[in-house]
């Protein structure tokens, strides 16, 4: 398993712990919109309670509203933002 799978994982976990979603991790597919329609069906709290669990979980601080709605928009977008944020976190200078 590499690492964005495991991310992946720990990103569904983290999502059904803390919005305590009715789902297994899984029925969240990677591409699975989390907002709007066909979507999980996530709302305004939820995000707020999620940026706040990714800033916990992986110190991964999402600025402004722009950038969580770029974010917040899947699975896959929120690993990328993991992946990349890791990853510029430990460069070293």
Known sequence: MDNSTAIKQDI???M???LMLP???????????LFGPGSLGLD?????QLVVALDKAYGLKVADPEAARLI???V??????VVK???SAFRIP
């Open 12 to 14: 569904r976990r983290l």
């Open 16 to 18: 059904i712990e803390n």
């Open 23 to 33: 789902v297994s991790p899984e029925e969240i597919k990677d591409d699975q919109p």
């Open 44 to 48: 305004s709290v939820d995000a707020l």
């Open 72 to 74: 917040l928009q899947s």
């Open 76 to 81: 896959n977008t929120i690993a990328h933002a």
């Open 85 to 87: 944020h890791q990853s």
